[in-house]
């Protein structure tokens, strides 16, 4: 260990399943701008409501149904889940 507490040891990162999956992203051809794309998509739907307010009104609403026919579904998934799980063994 260094004066810092940080281990410079490199089976330690074997250790850890994060270290491994970010190596394994960082390796891989493209990965910054896959991590930079949503925040680029977010700069220009930013920029798109500043010059159109109305589209703020549309995201908010498309965002509501959205999670309200995922709730449907989940609300559904563990309604039948319930049911498997109560069912008298026979």
Not at 58 to 74: D, E, H, K, R, S
């Amino acid at each position: 260990m260094d004066n810092n507490g940080n281990s410079q040891d490199t089976k330690s990162n074997a250790m850890c399943p994060m270290a491994t999956m970010c190596k394994g992203m960082a390796t891989k051809r493209g990965a910054g701008w896959m991590m930079m794309l949503p925040g680029l998509i977010l700069i220009l739907v930013g920029i798109l409501i500043i010059f159109e307010p109305r589209i703020l009104v549309w995201l908010i609403a498309g965002v509501a149904i959205l999670m309200g026919v995922m709730m449907l579904f989940f609300a559904n998934f563990f309604r039948r889940m319930s049911t498997r799980f109560n069912k008298p063994a026979g």
